[in-house]
């Protein structure tokens, strides 16, 4: 299986500042097609997850640009330029490179100050 | 809009099975989407179950994947005719108490997502 590891777990940020958290993979996320199976969520108090940036570093339908995925291979990096009290929750990482189709990562909780 | 909504029972006992139907609005089952669930424990992360491919017109015979550690105890079936899927998760124990949810894949990535049913495993 491919393992999601998540730094840091819990993440205090002053609103309007960055904020910046890690994904590793235990294998390379890159497929035959040229295409990186790496997603990033967000998981608000008692809501289901919605996606936030898929294949790396693009911003899903309606996602503020204030969000920005990065990376390759095995290390990734999900970045929020000025954090608004609106995106507190967990954030998860994923890949769909292999079965288990899908592995999530354990999550960051983001927390303002 | 594709919106999902899962119902079925809150209380499920020990060695029983768990039943969950996820009704599909904005888009046809049988169109060319993947439909998946995952289950979330109370306070913790997110583990993906099994995702079904119905067939399309294109391509008409369906598929299903499955979460390795899950698959002897998981049934899945699509009823097209009313645009759900159902889920049925045998032996249940303690450990399958969770927040479960419907969700379409599409291009190898979950998109949309049900709200969610806790389902709790108690005697």
């Known amino acids: 299986d491919i393992v999601m590891t998540q730094t840091p777990l819990s993440l205090s940020v002053t609103p309007g500042q960055p904020a910046s958290m890690s994904c590793k993979s235990s294998?390379?996320?890159?497929?035959?097609?040229?295409?990186?199976?790496l997603y990033w969520y967000l998981q608000k108090p008692g809501q289901p997850p919605q996606l936030l940036i898929y294949?790396?570093?693009n911003r899903f339908s309606g996602v503020p640009d204030r969000f920005s995925g990065s990376g390759s291979g095995t290390d990734f990096t999900l970045k929020i330029s000025r954090v608004e009290a609106e995106d507190v929750g967990v954030y998860y990482c994923?890949?769909?490179?292999?079965?288990?189709?899908?592995?999530f990562g354990q999550g960051t909780k983001l927390e303002i100050k | 809009q594709v919106q999902l909504q899962e119902s079925g029972p809150g209380l499920v006992k020990p060695s029983g099975t768990l039943s969950l139907t996820c009704a599909v609005s904005?888009?046809?089952?049988?169109?060319?989407?993947?439909w998946s669930w995952v289950r979330q424990p109370p306070g913790k992360g997110l583990e993906w179950i099994v995702e079904?491919?119905?067939?399309?017109?294109?391509?008409?015979?369906?598929?299903?994947n499955y979460n390795p550690s899950l698959k002897s105890r998981v049934t899945l079936s699509v009823e097209k005719s009313t645009n759900q899927l159902s889920l049925n998760l045998s032996s249940v124990t303690a450990a399958d108490t969770a927040v479960y949810y419907c969700?379409?894949?599409?291009?190898?990535?979950?998109?949309?997502w049900g709200q969610g049913t806790l389902v709790t495993v108690s005697s």
């Open positions: 969700a379409r894949t599409k291009a190898a990535t979950i998109d949309y």
């Open positions: 904005g888009a046809s089952i049988s169109s060319d989407n993947w």
């Open positions: 079904i491919y119905p067939g399309s017109t294109r391509y008409p015979s369906g598929t299903t």
């Open positions: 294998q390379s996320l890159l497929y035959t097609t040229g295409k990186t199976h």
């Open positions: 294949e790396v570093s």
């Open positions: 994923m890949q769909s490179m292999q079965l288990p189709r899908y592995t």
